[in-house]
């Protein structure tokens, strides 16, 4: 069963504005300002998959102005049954709850904060 895990990643998505979101030969770049006004920049290297939506879905151990990682994710169980993962492969599905203006998911071989 998916379960939610809280993470702190070094940035918050609570009370943040509306995000860029840009993807260049399987790496995305995540642009937002946060509650304080801070421009942000994350990078997520070898990303395989990612989705945006604008209504808020939550699963189990979810916040709604969080980061989280999914555990035992059915979405990224997908990508390696198909293929485009290695079983052994290091991807994670990460959610990060923009309350108020959606919710994006990467899978992807991690991250990096811009400062």
């Known amino acids: 069963m998916e379960r939610a895990e809280i993470i702190d990643p070094g940035f918050s998505t609570a009370d943040a504005e509306f995000p860029s979101i840009d993807i ?3 790496d995305l770049v995540l642009r937002f300002k946060d509650w304080q ?3 942000r920049e994350v990078f997520f290297q070898d990303t395989v998959a990612f989705k ?5 879905a939550f699963i189990d151990g979810e916040a709604y102005d969080r980061s ?5 994710s059915q979405w990224l169980a997908e990508h ?5 993962i290695g079983p ?9 709850d923009f309350n ?6 990467v899978i ?3 991250f990096t904060v811009k400062m």
């Open 24 to 26: 260049d030969e399987g």
């Open 37 to 39: 006004e801070i421009q």
């Open 52 to 56: 945006w939506q604008m209504i808020e």
């Open 68 to 72: 989280h990682i999914i555990t035992d």
């Open 80 to 84: 390696v049954k198909q293929g485009e």
């Open 88 to 96: 052994q492969e290091e991807y994670k599905h990460y959610k990060f």
């Open 100 to 105: 108020g203006n959606g919710q994006l998911e």
């Open 108 to 110: 992807s071989n991690g």
